[in-house]
């Protein structure tokens, strides 16, 4: 009895164990991949409508050609971009050597016409025999300096009698005086001072009254 009930647990067992066979059978799906077929299979390359694409390596290969080609070009326009640089820093920089070398060219064009005519007074001086007539020539090259002087901005301070002031004026000396309103103001000018537009361009020596 005990060999029968022992038989019949086995056939049971092993009952249990073929359907469990064909269910896994009959469920399986060749469609459905799997975690090895994820890993091995095809790469899925457009997710919203479920196509799927392999990667083989000619397409690889393309994209590693056309991403060097893309990369060669950039490099190109980087090596021409810093020579284009250069050459204009080169250019800038000598051309501001030039300005500052020659920054003054025609200031001394003005002034050369000036000179010639100090330079005609200086000859005839020892053998001119009217004093009066050298002295007139002289007032007018000076004229004409001063002219010149207003046409580039520059003028004079005007400095006598005026209050003394540290921004324009450079005392040389302080003298003692007996009228009440002349101390403290400018009595006499040593050298003249002038502006360059509106900035001091030199300032006047003067002699303050105390």
Request: proline share 3%.
């Amino acid at each position: 009895m005990m060999k029968r009930k022992f038989k019949e647990q086995e056939e049971t067992t092993q009952n249990s164990i073929d359907k469990s066979i064909e269910n896994k059978e009959n469920t399986y799906n060749p469609d459905n991949t799997s975690a090895d077929s994820e890993l091995n299979g095809p790469i899925k390359t457009n997710p919203e409508n479920g196509e799927f694409e392999e990667l083989n390596a000619d397409k690889m290969v393309l994209e590693v050609k056309a991403a060097e080609e893309k990369l060669a070009e950039m490099q190109d326009k980087y090596v021409r971009l810093s020579a284009e640089f250069d050459n204009y820093r080169k250019r800038t920089l000598r051309e501001k050597m030039d300005l500052s070398k020659y920054a003054g060219e025609n200031l001394f064009l003005d002034i050369i016409p000036l000179m010639d005519d100090f330079e005609r007074a200086l000859r005839h001086m020892d053998t001119a025999p009217d004093c009066v007539a050298m002295k007139d020539g002289i007032d007018i090259i000076y004229g004409k300096f001063s002219e010149f002087l207003k046409q580039n901005g520059v003028k004079e301070i005007e400095s006598l009698n005026s209050n003394f002031n540290v921004d324009l004026h450079e005392a040389v000396a302080k003298v003692p005086v007996e009228e009440p309103e002349r101390k403290g103001k400018v009595i006499d000018v040593v050298e003249k001072g002038y502006y360059l537009q509106d900035k001091v361009l030199r300032f006047s020596k003067v002699i303050v009254g105390e």
